[in-house]
Every structure is written in C-alpha cells, then in structure tokens.
Antibody, heavy 115, light 107 residues
Framework: EVQLVESGGDLVQPGGSLRLSCVGSGFTFTSYSINWIRQAPGKGPEWVASISGSGDFIYYTGSLKGRFTISRDSTKNSVYLQMNSLRAEDTGVYYC????????WGQGTLVTVSS | EIVLTQSPGTLSLSPGEGATLSCRASQSISTSLAWYQQTPGQAPRLLIFGATNRATGIPDRFSGSGSGTDFTLTISRLEPEDFAVYYCHQYGSPLRTFGQGTKVEIK
C-alpha cells in the first residue's frame, strides 16, 4: 500500500525539543521530495519545510528562524523533523506529504506545546 | 512570500447546486496551483494540480481553471460528501503557501 506514516508527536513544555518521523512505503521513496506541513487547531495548513529526493535541496518557511531541521535517511525510507525551542504557537497536527503537489499525505501526528 | 487569498470565506449551498471558489495569488505562479479538500479529522486530499488537472480518483464534477494570478475551483453539482473546507496551494516558489480556505456548508 502506498502510504506515509508520521510518528513522534507528544506533549512537550515550552523550550523543549521533539523529533518527528515520516516513513514512506509502497513507492520509490528517493524519487520524491517530502514536505512537513502543520495545522494549528481550527486553522488552515501551513507548509513548514521540504527536502528533495536526494536530500540536496532543503527549504524552510521563514517564520521558523532556524529552530527546525529537516533531514532524510533513504536506507529507512524516512524523513525527520527535528524541532527545538518549541513554542505554544507550534502546537498542531504535523503532516508529511509527498512531492511538489502534496499528492499523498500521512494521517498526522499531534504536537502540543504547553506547560 | 506569495500570498494566496481565497474567496468567499464561506459558501452556503444545497446539495445539487454548483459551487465556485476563487483563489488569487499576489504574483504570477503560472499554473503551479493545487486544490485540496479537507473534512473534519482528516488530512487534506489533493483534488486538482497544475491548476486544471484532476488527481487520480477525483470525480469529474470537480474542475479547475485559471493561470497567472487568478484561479477557480468549480464543483458542478454538490454531493453530500463535498461539504468540506477547500484550500489552494501554490508551488511556483520553493517557499510554499496555502490560502486560508473556503468552507462549503449545507444551506
């Protein structure tokens, strides 16, 4: 089955760190860029970061100010999002999505930043 | 950053009626625009890519048009499962952005 599965979401205190994982299956993982997209409660989606199939090209939304890092491990068909210095406004469901057009999404993983 | 502005914010319609949703980009993105449908508790689902191309498995009552800065998603006859929130997304720039969404609700 062609799918993406996220994991790693949790309740974390402000200033804390979290690492999200996205595992792909059923398709040639290295042929696709992978994106992280988040959605705060009651809000629309916000693109966070993307990494090319080779890992050579990486982009981030400007609002992160260097707190997040995207990476991939092709041997594990996985993409990661390392999130540091977390703030309350980082709370939301984090999705990974495939390719330039986001044609395949995972089910999401919930990140809650709260004391 | 390319800003996408969707209108209207909410569309109140009855099943069987047609719906027209608009998305305007702050600068030209050629046809690098996609539309998604999201129902409560679910991830967004790709409907249209390249402004006019239906994604796999999407019914032909959904159609997209436009290029440059002005885009439209048309639903020809609303089915009960079409009442949802719709988002546009531009991929003309490496820094991706979404519109704020249009909610299609039952009148």
């Amino acid at each position: 089955e062609v799918q993406l599965v996220e994991s790693g979401g949790d309740l974390v205190q402000p200033g804390g760190s979290l690492r999200l994982s996205c595992v792909g299956s059923g398709f040639t993982f290295t042929s696709y860029s992978i994106n992280w997209i988040r959605q705060a409660p009651g809000k629309g989606p916000e693109w966070v970061a993307s990494i090319s199939g080779s890992g050579d090209f990486i982009y981030y939304t400007g609002s992160l100010k260097g707190r997040f890092t995207i990476s991939r491990d092709s041997t594990k068909n996985s993409v990661y999002l390392q999130m540091n210095s977390l703030r309350a406004e980082d709370t939301g469901v984090y999705y990974c999505a495939r390719g330039g057009q986001f044609d395949l999404w995972g089910q999401g993983t919930l990140v809650t930043v709260s004391s | 950053e390319i800003v996408l502005t969707q209108s209207p914010g909410t569309l109140s319609l009855s099943p069987g009626e047609g719906a027209t949703l608009s998305c305007r980009a702050s600068q030209s993105i050629s046809t690098s625009l996609a539309w998604y449908q999201q129902t409560p508790g679910q991830a967004p689902r790709l409907l249209i890519f390249g402004a006019t191309n239906r994604a796999t498995g999407i019914p032909d009552r959904f159609s997209g048009s436009g290029s440059g800065t002005d885009f439209t998603l048309t639903i020809s006859r609303l089915e009960p499962e079409d009442f949802a929130v719709y988002y546009c997304h531009q991929y003309g720039s490496p820094l991706r952005t979404f519109g704020q969404g249009t909610k299609v609700e039952i009148k």
